[in-house]
């Protein structure tokens, strides 16, 4: 059973930028690739971006593309994510995921969720 904590949501003006951070408790963290996703109000939960296990392979949402980036330290059991140039409608509860192989866009290809941290975004 791999748990995921995340960590570094808050308020944010637009422009500004956060960094997410999510821990896994698993020690054979580097066996998994691992996801950010979000769901905003009244909207279904979206991917956001993805980083292949070596952390070698990275890909995101178009609409994130450019201004956030996935990242991992295994030696840390940790993945990153560095959101730039925030907009309003990145506002969402952002959540971690891991899968025990290859890298996944669809989240139902996830096994394991952290329990998320709100991101907002203020115009």
């Known amino acids: 059973q791999v748990q995921l904590v995340e960590s570094g949501g808050g308020l944010v003006q637009a422009g500004g930028s956060l960094r997410l951070s999510c821990a896994a408790s698993e020690r054979t963290f580097s066996l998994y690739a691992m996801g950010w996703f979000r769901q905003a109000p009244g909207r279904e939960r979206e991917f956001v971006a993805g980083?292949?296990?070596?952390?070698?392979?990275?890909y995101y949402a178009d609409s994130v593309k450019g201004r956030f980036t996935i990242s991992r330290d295994n030696a840390k059991n940790t993945v990153y994510l560095q959101m730039n140039s925030l907009k309003p409608e990145d506002t969402a509860v952002y959540y971690c995921?891991?899968?025990?192989?290859?890298?996944?866009?669809?989240?139902?290809?996830?096994?394991?969720w952290g329990q998320g941290t709100q991101v907002t975004v203020s115009s």
């Open positions: 980083i292949s296990r070596s952390g070698g392979f990275t």
């Open positions: 995921a891991a899968r025990p192989s290859g890298a996944a866009v669809d989240g139902s290809q996830y096994d394991y």
